[in-house]
């Protein structure tokens, strides 16, 4: 980190000034990345750049609202729904904390073989089982029932390290979100890396701008009154820079969460996150 | 005759936004070794018009990223991105001022400060701003008025 809390700013704040000081939780944790060509010296969290009263709300499952989905969830789980007339129960078992275990840290990745064969996220995953194994219709992205049952597979994974392969199959999705995040998009003429690489640590008007991890993901977030997943944050910050978004759910994006789960790798999953 | 006063207003509606004869277009401005001497417009910057694109989160937003000493009591939340610039104006002319606010990427390539003054070259730009600026040619003059003021 480029500042920590000093006595001197500890007391401008305490006096009340403007000038914003950026500020990191005492004995924040971080991530040393593993892989020789990673970008950044120590990988963090978005928790840690939130300040108390939000980072409270995510430790405590009864006042994380993102932990409502996650129960309604939990009922649809043995629901049956579709022309088939299965549950995913049926399938994956009562107990989904276990057996969705494994799967969260590590998507997305390709999955399913011969024709059905393609790149995921957990969303188009859950889709995927949906449409093509109860024959029922495709959630919507970002809407309550899909939202909760992606944190739900997150969740069964919660505190464990982000694990994506980026090697084999997946270098190619991989190198895409890699020109994508260095890109500059917009009137504003940014990319990710401007705010998320060369400037976390630091204010930008008063946001205390972060890594931009997606390991929270899909997150509480109280600007939106509502949780949203990682595409919809991607799509928020190019709005930001005045840019065309890309699809949710579609290549670009789906190559970009590759790209920053990446960026997070062995990152705690903290689903459901809560954020400002 | 009521008519010709609401027809000339009409016709001025209709040229807000666009670039009038006397302005320097986007496209014809040349950034010579760091500084455009000439200004965009005929009528001077007002550096109070000036500080109000300077802090207006829908206009310049320059104190998102720029800490200024002066203007902590009346605006919060100033940025920590870019440098802080009180005393700046006594290490620009207003042509390098201009040059910078134009495309400040001429002389940075790397940087994250937006070109203020520019329509091309942007990729994916959203619909409504596509082919715009981010100021007209008299907000640059107005925030160069107002940076002139920032002396130590």
Same mark, same amino acid.
């Given at each position: 980190?480029?500042?920590?809390? =000093?006595?001197?700013?500890?007391?401008?704040?305490?006096?009340?000034?403007?000038?914003?000081?950026?500020?990191?939780?005492?004995?924040?944790?971080?991530?040393?990345?593993?892989?020789?060509?990673?970008?950044?010296?120590?990988?963090?969290?978005?928790?840690?750049?939130?300040?108390?009263?939000?980072?409270?709300?995510?430790?405590?499952?009864? #006042?994380?609202?993102?932990?409502?989905?996650?129960?309604?969830?939990?009922?649809?789980?043995?629901?049956?729904?579709?022309?088939?007339?299965?549950?995913?129960?049926?399938?994956?078992?009562?107990?989904?904390?276990? =057996?969705?275990?494994?799967?969260?840290?590590?998507?997305?990745?390709?999955?399913?073989?011969?024709? +059905?064969?393609?790149?995921?996220?957990?969303?188009?995953?859950?889709?995927?089982?949906?449409?093509?194994?109860? #024959?029922?219709? !495709?959630?919507?992205?970002?809407?309550?029932?899909?939202?909760?049952?992606?944190?739900?597979?997150?969740?069964?994974?919660?505190?464990?390290?982000?694990?994506?392969?980026?090697?084999?199959?997946?270098?190619?999705?991989?190198?895409?979100?890699?020109?994508?995040?260095?890109?500059?998009?917009?009137?504003?003429?940014?990319?990710? =890396? +401007?705010?998320?690489?060369?400037?976390?640590?630091?204010?930008?008007?008063?946001? +205390?701008?972060?890594?931009?991890?997606?390991?929270?993901?899909?997150?509480?977030?109280?600007?939106?009154?509502?949780?949203? =997943?990682? +595409?919809?944050?991607?799509?928020?910050?190019?709005?930001?820079?005045?840019?065309?978004?890309?699809?949710?759910?579609?290549?670009?994006?789906?190559?970009?969460?590759?790209?920053?789960?990446?960026?997070?790798?062995?990152? !705690?999953? #903290?689903? !459901?996150?809560?954020?400002? | 005759?009521?008519?010709?006063?609401?027809?000339?207003?009409?016709?001025?509606?209709? /040229?807000?936004?666009?670039?009038?004869?006397?302005?320097?277009?986007?496209?014809? $401005?040349?950034?010579?070794?760091?500084?455009?001497?000439?200004?965009?417009?005929?009528?001077?910057?007002?550096?109070?018009?000036?500080? $109000?694109?300077?802090?207006?989160?829908?206009?310049?937003?320059?104190?998102?990223?720029? /800490?200024?000493?002066?203007?902590?009591?009346?605006?919060?939340?100033?940025?920590?991105?870019?440098?802080?610039?009180?005393?700046?104006?006594?290490?620009?002319?207003?042509?390098?001022?201009?040059?910078?606010?134009?495309?400040?990427?001429?002389?940075?390539?790397?940087?994250?400060?937006?070109?203020? /003054?520019?329509?091309?070259?942007?990729?994916?730009?959203?619909?409504?701003?596509?082919?715009?600026?981010?100021?007209?040619?008299?907000?640059?003059?107005?925030?160069?008025? /107002?940076?002139?003021?920032?002396?130590?």
């Amino acid at each position: 980190m480029k500042k920590l809390l =000093s006595l001197t700013a500890a007391l401008a704040l305490v006096a009340g000034a403007t000038f914003a000081v950026a500020e990191l939780a005492d004995g924040y944790v971080s991530v040393k990345p593993t892989a020789e060509d990673h970008p950044l010296d120590e990988v963090i969290s978005g928790y840690q750049f939130r300040i108390e009263s939000t980072r409270a709300t995510q430790d405590d499952d009864f #006042e994380n609202p993102g932990m409502l989905l996650l129960d309604q969830a939990l009922d649809t789980w043995s629901e049956a729904d579709g022309a088939a007339g299965k549950s995913c129960a049926d399938c994956h078992g009562d107990d989904p904390i276990v =057996s969705m275990k494994g799967a969260g840290s590590t998507f997305p990745k390709f999955t399913e073989k011969g024709d +059905h064969r393609a790149f995921r996220n957990i969303e188009n995953q859950i889709n995927f089982c949906r449409t093509e194994r109860m #024959e029922a219709k !495709p959630w919507k992205y970002d809407k309550p029932d899909m939202l909760g049952m992606t944190i739900l597979a997150r969740h069964a994974d919660r505190g464990e390290p982000v694990n994506v392969a980026v090697d084999g199959d997946a270098a190619a999705m991989f190198e895409k979100g890699k020109e994508i995040y260095y890109t500059r998009y917009g009137q504003l003429d940014m990319a990710c =890396s +401007h705010c998320h690489e060369d400037n976390y640590g630091n204010y930008i008007r008063a946001d +205390h701008l972060s890594q931009g991890q997606i390991n929270g993901f899909p997150t509480y977030r109280f600007k939106w009154q509502g949780v949203g =997943s990682a +595409h919809r944050r991607f799509k928020g910050c190019m709005k930001n820079i005045r840019a065309e978004p890309f699809n949710v759910g579609e290549e670009e994006f789906l190559a970009l969460e590759l790209y920053t789960a990446w960026r997070g790798q062995g990152l !705690p999953i #903290e689903t !459901p996150a809560v954020r400002n | 005759m009521k008519l010709y006063p609401a027809l000339f207003a009409l016709a001025g509606l209709a /040229y807000a936004g666009t670039v009038t004869a006397s302005e320097i277009a986007p496209d014809d $401005v040349k950034i010579v070794d760091g500084a455009v001497e000439q200004p965009l417009t005929d009528s001077p910057g007002d550096p109070e018009r000036g500080l $109000v694109s300077f802090t207006g989160r829908k206009a310049g937003n320059c104190l998102a990223c720029h /800490y200024v000493e002066s203007l902590q009591d009346d605006y919060q939340f100033h940025g920590e991105v870019g440098t802080p610039l009180d005393g700046i104006a006594d290490a620009y002319t207003a042509a390098e001022f201009r040059a910078k606010l134009i495309n400040p990427k001429t002389e940075l390539p790397d940087t994250i400060m937006p070109a203020f /003054y520019r329509t091309s070259g942007f990729n994916r730009a959203a619909g409504k701003f596509d082919g715009k600026t981010i100021l007209t040619a008299q907000e640059i003059e107005d925030v160069i008025a /107002y940076l002139m003021t920032l002396k130590d």
